[in-house]
């Protein structure tokens, strides 16, 4: 007797869940697209508000205020990755125990 197709045999567990692997999202500087990131940032810095940095409180707002234009732009322009974390994830494990050498 000749066997030419293929077996797949699926077993149902009640309440049973499969494990998760955490997933957290990263941003790769690699991955950003620095073209787009210097023609946002140039269009937000020439869209600011008038400021008066003469004063301590105006430097600060000021400062700020160029943070969060740098920060949105390379948010906008570098994407959100899934990075998958846990032991599952890693190349190698050191699993290297003192009391086992003695």
Known sequence: M???GVLCVNFLLPNYQLPTVPVHLIRNPRGTNWV???????DRLERGP???????AGLGLAIHWVQQVL???YEDNCPLRPV???TQSLK???N???SEEE
């Not at 787009?36 to 140039?42: A, G, I």
């Not at 008038?50 to 301590?56: D, G, I």
């Open 71 to 73: 920060i949105s732009a």
């Open 96 to 98: 290297w125990n003192p």
């Open 36 to 42: 787009s990131f210097r023609e946002d940032l140039r």
């Open 2 to 4: 000749k066997f030419t």
């Open 84 to 86: 998958k974390t846990g």
């Open 50 to 56: 008038e400021m008066n940095m003469k004063s301590e």
């Open 92 to 94: 190698w494990r050191w």
